[in-house]
């Protein structure tokens, strides 16, 4: 056999084979145990010296490796952006080699985020990361394995109560960007499904807005969904397409974050969309169409997170408060 010669002073098999410079041996009575104990040695070696190669790569190195192949092709462009904050969030480790992220310096690290769903969210992928590693025999073992991680669900996001919502409606007149705030209140939009930079595109005859990066995806395709808009929603985003053009996401999530702090009203541009939901409910829309408007598969997902109960709300509340900016149909 190759690499396999028997030494008949000793009466006994030697095995031997270079690996990049590395001489190995192995002895044996019988030449079929010989050749069993160079192959596992040969692997063990190869492994061995796969991840010294490998453990000279920094976390930052290897999550833009991993993140290339095997994230960056098949997600939408949202979920970039969401890729592109883990990133951000996973620096204070970037400088440590793969091999030597032990449990404790992943404890101490995830000790210093804030528990939001961004840390969810780093957990989850840097989890992913390391378990490709193990995979392509990057690293030993995951250190994910020995950690218990608590799943705490967060509660979803409160609408806007109608005493919340009155003072909002009140306090938008007048403001550059109300037409973009009803805009948000009235199509349950998430922050970027808003086409900004060419909404008079998106916006057809029939009043109907069709949204951009819409969660997830088709057959590798980008996702959008269709809202109708109401006659006087949709005459004012025509009118104030110059104001659309003037913002992008997070622009108007910090001017509408800021101007719900001067009014005392914890919040932000997703309490929009609960309230969207919640709304429609008391206005007796249609539940699959609520759901179809909020991009859910299913209305139950839309009823367990998204609508609340308000004993203050009512239809003729709404739209009096509203002054029909809501389709109904």
Same mark, same amino acid.
């Given at each position: ?22 001489? +190995? ?27 010294? &190669? ?30 592109? +904050?883990?990133?951000? &969030? ?30 969810? &969210? ?5 989890? #992913? ?51 973009? +705030? ?70 108007? #999530? ?14 932000? +541009? ?32 839309? &009823? ?26």
């Amino acid at each position: 056999m190759k690499n396999i010669t028997y030494r008949p002073k000793e009466k006994r098999y030697i095995g031997r084979k270079q690996i990049n410079g590395q001489i +190995i041996l192995v002895y044996a009575k019988t030449q079929k145990e010989c050749y069993s104990k160079l192959n596992n040695l040969i692997k063990i070696t190869k492994n061995k010296l796969t991840i010294e &190669k490998i453990s000279s790569f920094t976390v930052e190195e290897y999550w833009d490796k991993w993140y290339k192949e095997n994230k960056e092709p098949f997600i939408a462009t949202t979920t970039k952006e969401d890729f592109m +904050i883990i990133k951000r &969030k996973l620096s204070p480790i970037f400088q440590i080699k793969i091999s030597q992220l032990t449990k404790e310096k992943i404890l101490f690290f995830l000790n210093t985020l804030q528990e939001n769903r961004t840390k969810q &969210k780093v957990i989850l992928q840097l989890k #992913s990361m390391l378990d490709t590693a193990v995979k392509e025999h990057k690293i030993k073992f995951n250190p994910f394995d020995t950690i218990i991680i608590k799943n705490t669900k967060l509660k979803p996001k409160p609408p806007f109560n109608y005493e919340e919502q009155t003072k909002i409606i009140k306090n938008l007149n007048g403001k550059d960007f109300e037409p973009i +705030i009803l805009l948000y209140l009235t199509t349950g939009l998430r922050l970027k499904e808003m086409p900004f930079n060419d909404i008079e595109k998106h916006l057809n005859d029939n009043n109907i807005l069709t949204t951009i990066n819409l969660k997830g995806r088709e057959r590798g395709k980008i996702r959008t969904k269709q809202i109708k808009l109401s006659n006087n929603m949709a005459e004012i985003v025509r009118k104030n397409i110059n104001t659309f053009h003037k913002y992008k996401f997070n622009t108007i #999530s910090k001017s509408f974050k800021k101007f719900l702090n001067e009014l005392n009203i914890k919040g932000s +541009i997703v309490n929009c969309r609960h309230t969207f939901a919640t709304n429609c409910f008391y206005l007796g829309k249609n539940e699959l169409i609520i759901a179809k408007e909020m991009g859910h598969s299913t209305s139950q997902i839309t &009823k367990d997170n998204y609508i609340n109960i308000d004993y203050n709300l009512t239809k003729e509340k709404l739209l009096k408060l509203y002054n029909n900016l809501y389709n109904l149909s």
